[in-house]
């Protein structure tokens, strides 16, 4: 790892033909790289690049979700490179039943209608402080970015096993982290209920 790795990562990357956003209701794009079974349904994640805390829990949590729920098929698709995405996710915990696709020419997340964003998406003040609380609450801090780029945006989808979009999030800052819970639902599937929060006493909300 080295600073040179870190500064290219915030260059911006080439320009992509972006499609439409996939709608609530529609068939799911089609592309070789990212089959959809046809006999269970599916939760897609598109992560940020592979070193962002924000991308790293919402991979944890994609991933306790495949432990429980085996009637889906989960992926997490990955635009740093392969060499580069294997080690984050090793570092990370492990994939358990997702299935990882790597597209670092960012050709499906241009498919699904996920483009570059701007500064504010990914530097605002409440960002900022969205990472610090994240390291101090939870222990998940920012890693090396060995490979990809800051400015893609994620984003998630939901499809149900005919191939139709259920549910579906473009991720509006680089902070937020899908709501599983709702993409669950949309195809029909509960989650288990969460505990309530911990209450704090060192003056944080």
């Given at each position: 790892?080295?600073?040179?790795?870190?500064?290219?990562?915030?260059?911006?990357?080439?320009?992509?033909?972006?499609?439409?956003?996939?709608?609530?209701?529609?068939?799911?794009?089609?592309?070789?790289?990212?089959?959809?079974?046809?006999?269970?349904?599916?939760?897609?994640?598109?992560?940020?690049?592979?070193?962002?805390?924000?991308?790293?829990?919402?991979?944890?949590?994609?991933?306790?979700?495949?432990?429980?729920?085996?009637?889906?098929?989960?992926?997490?698709?990955?635009?740093?490179?392969?060499?580069?995405?294997?080690?984050?996710?090793?570092?990370?915990?492990g994939n358990w039943e997702v299935n990882i696709v790597v597209d670092e020419m960012r050709d499906l997340y241009a498919q699904w209608g996920l483009g570059v964003?701007?500064?504010?998406?990914?530097?605002?003040?409440?960002?900022?402080?969205?990472?610090?609380?994240?390291?101090?609450?939870?222990?998940?801090?920012?890693?090396?970015?060995?490979?990809?780029?800051?400015?893609?945006?994620?984003g998630a989808f939901a499809v149900d096993h005919t191939g139709i979009v259920r549910w579906c999030r473009v991720a509006a800052s680089a902070d937020e982290i899908?709501?599983?819970?709702?993409?669950?639902?949309?195809?029909?599937?509960?989650?288990?209920?969460?505990?309530?929060?911990?209450?704090?006493?060192?003056?944080?909300?």
């Open positions: 790892m080295s600073l040179a790795q870190e500064w290219e990562s915030f260059k911006t990357p080439p320009v992509k033909e972006i499609q439409p956003v996939p709608q609530v209701g529609s068939p799911a794009p089609v592309n070789e790289n990212l089959k959809l079974p046809s006999d269970k349904p599916t939760l897609i994640v598109f992560l940020r690049h592979c070193g962002c805390p924000f991308a790293e829990k919402t991979f944890k949590n994609l991933a306790t979700l495949s432990m429980q729920h085996p009637e889906v098929h989960f992926v997490a698709v990955s635009h740093s490179s392969a060499e580069a995405t294997e080690h984050w996710v090793v570092s990370v915990g964003s701007n500064t504010w998406h990914v530097l605002s003040p409440l960002t900022l402080y969205k990472t610090l609380r994240l390291a101090k609450d939870e222990h998940i801090w920012n890693r090396p970015t060995e490979s990809g780029n800051r400015w893609q945006t994620a899908p709501d599983f819970d709702a993409a669950l639902g949309s195809l029909g599937i509960k989650t288990k209920p969460k505990p309530p929060p911990e209450v704090r006493t060192d003056g944080f909300l």
